[in-house]
């Protein structure tokens, strides 16, 4: 089942029953009566409702949703709870849970007013949060990895996905680790909600989580959007699924795409003589096939190189490292035991990945704050970075 449209049906579904409620009185009201409606409302929020009704009527969303926002002020708390039902459908969680921190902060609105599960569904934590608890693999820990969500649809998704990796029969044989999750307010995370474009957020906020934190790679489960991974991070959509999770994992392990790139990725990746775990990039079929043998200890009869399109944009041509479609290449196909035998051999040597305090020193270097880029700087040359070594030599 494609669990974007389940969730998108289950939230139409609940809101068709919500606006049917709430429509049931509604009728069209002469100027007169409009009038003097209007001049109640000021102060009673009876009247304030039955005028966010006569809008939905007639689709005024925006005037509805003033007149809730109106009956929710003068203490009416069911009138609070359609306020922001409509608000999520008409402009997205985040720019609902906006609004609500300034009625509070601003002290418009009672924190009584609103359920710890109401403010939990936005992302606007309280005090110390429930986490869920972190995975430490047997083996120990080749690579340890930070959960971070912002709303209680990323904390759920999370929990779901660490069970799942537990219990994926190749996933499981990895010696990775992640920590206890950690939970930010969506207003400082501030995740994109497009399901249409590429997942974003405002990483800046997770600046002290890294900077006292004992991890390599953050996984950031919020908003909605294309996954991703850059940096050091590694961006799900809060509905992700594991198989999601598993593909953009391999690119923490240095594995391509093996569908087109866009342009920009493949003028940057798509290098002659170029290999990744699976992946040569070159002029012919044959050529640099021996060295990418001796880096990964494999022999000629462990792969089969087979064309795709990753360099498409490019005069080059890519080749896999197997005949079979795999996750790589569409990620809720399986991975192929060979992919699966160089993320181990890959685990074996974490240092050679880059981690997300490098990434967090280059953004302390562009506001020029040399003290937090030595921080992070020198977090990374402990983990084994060598760009970050090399950084801080003298």
Same mark, same amino acid.
């Given at each position: ?18 606006? +049917? ?13 409009? +009038?003097?409606? @209007? ?7 009876? %009247? ?6 006569? =809008?939905?009527? &007639? ?32 402009? !997205? ?24 599960? $109401? ?10 949060? +429930?986490? #869920?608890?972190? /995975? ?10 930070? *959960?971070?969500? #912002? ?28 920590? *206890? ?13 497009? #399901? ?28 909605? !959007? ?5 940096? !050091? ?16 994992? @391999?690119?923490?392990? !240095? ?16 290098? &002659? ?16 096939? &021996? ?8 022999? %000629? ?19 896999? @490292? ?28 974490? $240092? ?19 003290? =937090?880029?030595?921080? /992070? @700087?020198?977090?990374? #040359?402990?983990?084994?970075? &060598? ?8």
């Amino acid at each position: 089942m494609n669990l974007k449209w389940f969730v998108s049906t289950r939230i139409k579904s609940q809101l068709a029953g919500f606006f +049917a409620f709430i429509l049931l009185s509604a009728c069209q009201p002469t100027p007169d009566s409009e +009038a003097v409606l @209007m001049q109640q409302a000021q102060t009673d929020a009876g %009247a304030a409702m039955t005028l966010a009704r006569q =809008r939905l009527a &007639s689709a005024e969303y925006d005037a509805a949703l003033h007149w809730m926002r109106q009956a929710a002020h003068l203490g009416d708390s069911q009138a609070l709870q359609h306020a922001l039902q409509l608000q999520q459908r008409q402009q !997205g969680r985040l720019a609902t849970a906006q609004w609500l921190q300034q009625q509070l902060d601003s002290n418009t609105m009672a924190v009584s007013a609103v359920s710890a599960a $109401q403010r939990a569904e936005l992302g606007l934590w309280q005090g110390n949060n +429930a986490s #869920s608890a972190g /995975y430490q693999h047997p083996q120990g820990c080749q690579l340890t990895l930070q *959960p971070v969500a #912002s709303q209680q649809a990323g904390v759920d998704t999370w929990q779901q996905l660490l069970q799942q990796w537990q219990n994926d029969a190749q996933l499981s044989q990895l010696a990775v680790c992640f920590l *206890p999750l950690h939970t930010i307010n969506s207003t400082s995370l501030q995740c994109s909600e497009d #399901s249409n474009s590429l997942l974003q957020c405002r990483y800046q906020a997770l600046e002290q989580l890294v900077a006292n934190g004992d991890f390599s790679q953050l996984v950031v489960v919020a908003g909605r !959007g294309k996954a991703s991974y850059n940096n !050091g991070i590694l961006q799900l959509p809060d509905n992700a699924s594991l198989a999601l999770l598993r593909h953009e994992f @391999m690119h923490i392990l !240095g594995f391509i795409d093996e569908y087109q790139l866009p342009e920009a990725t493949a003028q940057q990746l798509c290098r &002659s003589g170029k290999f990744y775990p699976n992946i040569i990039v070159t002029e012919s079929a044959n050529a640099d096939v &021996s060295a990418y043998l001796q880096q990964w200890q494999l022999g %000629a009869e462990d792969i089969t190189l087979t064309a795709v399109e990753s360099c498409k944009h490019t005069p080059l041509q890519a080749y896999r @490292m197997v005949a079979e479609s795999n996750l790589m290449r569409s990620f809720e196909l399986q991975m192929p035991p060979l992919y699966f035998q160089l993320a181990q051999q890959i685990l074996k040597q974490p $240092q050679e990945l880059m981690p997300v305090q490098y990434y967090f020193a280059y953004l302390a270097r562009q506001q020029q704050n040399w003290q =937090r880029w030595q921080h /992070y @700087m020198q977090q990374a #040359s402990e983990l084994g970075y &060598s760009e970050a070594q090399q950084a801080l030599a003298p």
